[in-house]
């Protein structure tokens, strides 16, 4: 069954660094999401990324955070400049149509630790 | 603004008993709704869902949940329960007036005993 995959699983860095979460969605999906996890919160919307551009971006997606699609497989979330908030498991996620059709697939996760 | 409460931070059954997970909603249109399951160390996983149609949706795993419009719920069931159910269910929807995002409930833990 396909699955979207998520690198790396766990990543530890120091505040102020640049991470760089990646995913590599479904194949044939049209629509991909990145959604956070802080510990023992709500899963919540940071972005939603179709025909290569951003159509959707909570507040929690400022300017620290990007998003690309380099290559038609990967989808990358960069962070530039970590803080210790920022600390939460990652998902990524992609759906083939909007959600009015179908359901988000959501990969297992990158747990971010900000030391 | 769309919102979900997941009443119950935890429920504990009995294997073999039937299982009830409750959600209520917020949405300013009409809702899509979606369960979804995260067993530990796993991504969240797609159990069922509601567009349109027969308020009853039947699910992965023997689970169905029925869509109340007057009370705006989407509790989820299983009639009978297995050890293996044990695991975070998140209640999630989507507003059709709004973008394209999910807003997730805070979860409910599901214990089921041996």
């Known amino acids: 069954e396909p699955e979207v995959t998520q690198t790396p699983s766990h990543q530890v860095t120091q505040m102020g660094q640049e991470v760089i979460l990646r995913c590599v969605p479904i194949s044939n999906h049209l629509y991909f999401y990145w959604y956070r996890q802080i510990l023992g919160q709500k899963v919540e919307f940071l972005v939603s990324?179709?025909?290569?551009?951003?159509?959707?971006k909570s507040e929690i997606f400022d300017d620290q955070f990007s998003v690309e699609r380099p290559d038609g497989s990967n989808f990358t979330l960069k962070i530039r400049s970590t803080k210790l908030e920022d600390s939460a498991m990652y998902f990524c996620?992609?759906?083939?149509?909007?959600?009015?059709?179908?359901?988000?697939?959501f990969g297992e996760g990158s747990r971010l630790t900000v030391l | 603004a769309q919102s979900v409460a997941q009443p119950e931070d935890q429920v504990k059954v009995a294997e073999g008993n039937p299982l009830t997970v409750k959600c209520t909603y917020s949405?300013?249109?009409?809702?899509?709704l979606f369960w979804y399951v995260q067993y530990p160390n796993r991504g969240l996983q797609f159990l069922l869902k509601y567009i349109t149609g027969d308020n009853l949706v039947k699910g992965s795993y023997g689970f169905e949940a029925e869509f109340n419009k007057s009370q705006t719920s989407f509790h989820l069931k299983k009639p009978s329960a297995l050890v293996s159910d044990s695991a975070l269910y998140f209640c999630a929807v989507r507003d059709r007036a709004a973008g394209n995002k999910l807003t997730f409930g805070g979860g409910t833990r599901v214990l089921v005993k041996p």
């Open positions: 996620a992609s759906s083939l149509g909007g959600l009015n059709t179908g359901e988000l697939f």
């Open positions: 990324f179709y025909n290569n551009e951003i159509s959707e």
């Open positions: 949405v300013s249109g009409n809702p899509y």
